[in-house]
Structures are given as structure tokens and as C-alpha cells.
């Protein structure tokens, strides 16, 4: 049997460090809310959260895959487009210094680099780590609902981008109807496969060094320079049939 792994999609990785980043909305927005007001809410949250930390569990449903794969690990993010996503399972990580965006994948001895400006460029939800990204401005809102969600009730939010890309045609954001946190988020891409993340263990404003955001190369392995973001690696691999 083929062992499987779960690899990184950068628009999808940057698409959930957004949701991350909104994930406590304050609590006093009030019973009857819109989905405008909801996106203005989390605006003004994301605006004044420089940094965060949180523990996620996340769930990539392919859709010509038998079963889903599934990954854990903790992300950090710090505002001026650093982020750090240490996985647990599968051994990987996908870090940014602001500048420059590595993603290690340390069974296959690889490293992707990449210009992080010209990411941003691209119009990827890696904007929203430069501070460009405006959910008004950038997103259309084509559902809200209400939902329970591991017994928690929450709002749904389904938008699609102004300008869609074939990492991100659908994101779906979970809300607490209490918190308002952002207990789940949903990154649908072009071809319907769905990235699932949710996030617990919530921390803000720890103020983690900016040393934090560097990464080092390993001795020995493979780099692979690109002018934009990584390329799009396989996120898992289906076991062979016996």
C-alpha cells in the first residue's frame, strides 16, 4: 500500500491564515446580524490583530479521492505577511519572513521559494497577510444561513472572490453565533476539492520575534526557486488497488 500524505496548496494555506486571523470577532456585534454587518466585523478585527497563534485540524476532500486526508499542527502569524504553519502530520512546513515564502517538505529532502510580492501580486488570499485585503472590496456574498456545528450554533458565510483563481473559488467561514469566532473554515477550489480547517486554542497578540518567521535550509536539500508561489504539490495519495 502506497503511504499517504497530505501536501500544502499555498492559496488554500494562505486562504485559512485569513480565516485564522478573523477568528475573534468581538462578541457584542448583537442578536440580528446581516452578512455585511458580519464582514465589516471581521474587517475591524483583522485590522487590529497584529499576531496569533492557534492550534487546527484540517480535513483536504479531494474530489477523486476514496477518503479525505487529514493534517494537525499549530500556525503563528505575525502582521507584514509573516506566518509559520508547523505540521504535526504530515512532517511539513510553509513559512514566510514577509519576503520570502519556503515550504519544506522534509521526506522528499525539497524546498519551494518564493517572492512573497509576487504572490501578492497574483491577487491570492496571501494579500490579506500585506495588509491589502479588504473582504468587501474583494469577496461577494452568495450565502448566509445558521447552522449547528459539533453543537455549537454558528453563521455560515459563503463568498466568492471578485477575481476567482483556481486555488480559491469558495470560501466558507463557520462562526460562532456567541463568540463570533471562526470555529471552521472552507477553501473550495477550482475543480470542487474541498480544504477543511478548524481552529482551537486561540492566542493573540503574543508578539512572537520576527526571527520566528525565518527559515534556514537545510544542508543538503533540494531547492526549487519560483516566481510565484509553490507549485500546487499533490495533497495525498490514493492506496494502490491490490
Known sequence: MMEERMKVNVGVLSAMVFATVVS??????GAEISAQTLLVEI?????????????????????VMKRPQKGEGKVYFKK???????????????????QTLWFYQPEENQVFVSDISKVVKEKTPLAFLAGEGDLSRDFTVIGFSEANLSQEESYVVELSPKE????????????????????QADVIDGLGNVTRTRFRDIKTNVAPSDAFFNFTIPRGAEVLRTQTAPPSPA????PEPK
Request: charged share 25%.
Open 24 to 29: 475573534l470577532v468581538p462578541g457584542n456585534v
Open 43 to 63: 474587517q475591524k478585527r483583522y485590522d487590529s490583530t497584529n499576531d496569533f497563534e492557534a492550534n487546527f485540524v484540517q480535513e483536504y476532500v479531494g474530489k
Open 80 to 98: 507584514k505577511g509573516m506566518m509559520r504553519w508547523d505540521y504535526k502530520s504530515p512532517n511539513q512546513k510553509l513559512i514566510s519572513n514577509g
Open 164 to 183: 476567482p483563481a483556481p486555488t480559491l473559488a469558495k470560501l466558507v467561514l463557520t462562526v460562532d453565533k456567541k463568540t463570533f469566532s471562526v470555529n
Open 235 to 238: 495533497r495525498g495519495k490514493e
